[in-house]
């Protein structure tokens, strides 16, 4: 079993920076990032294999965000920069075994970015 809690969101002006964190309890697993705004699909953010090495990046966010874990501490972490009014949704951490997938087996409860023009 995997239990993953999302800390970090919050309300930021455009072109400012938040990092997100899901610290993860349970197996060390590729983990990735999702989020969600008000009336739209869930979509992929970003992903890292487990031991790092390997990262993907949705197009909307490439060069803005950074995705990153620390094992020793079983936190995965998603560094955004310059962000802007459309990043603005509920972000999801996820873990499965097997990537890419479009619904990963597991998700933490979100935490909520808003980002003001």
């Known amino acids: 079993q995997v239990q993953l809690v999302e800390s970090g969101g919050g309300l930021v002006q455009s072109g400012g920076s938040l990092r997100l964190s899901c610290a993860a309890s349970g197996r060390t697993l590729p983990m990735g990032w999702f989020r969600q705004a008000p009336g739209k699909e869930r979509e992929f953010v970003a992903f890292?294999?487990?031991?790092?090495?390997?990262?993907w990046y949705a197009d909307s966010v490439k060069g803005r965000f950074t995705i990153s874990r620390n094992n020793a501490k079983n936190t995965v972490y998603l560094e955004m920069n310059s962000l802007k009014p459309e990043d603005t949704a509920v972000y999801y951490c996820?873990?499965?075994?097997?990537?890419?997938?479009?619904?990963?087996?597991?998700w933490g409860q979100g935490t909520q970015v808003t980002v003001s023009s």
């Open positions: 996820a873990a499965d075994e097997s990537w890419p997938v479009r619904l990963p087996h597991y």
């Open positions: 890292i294999s487990w031991r790092g090495g390997n990262t």
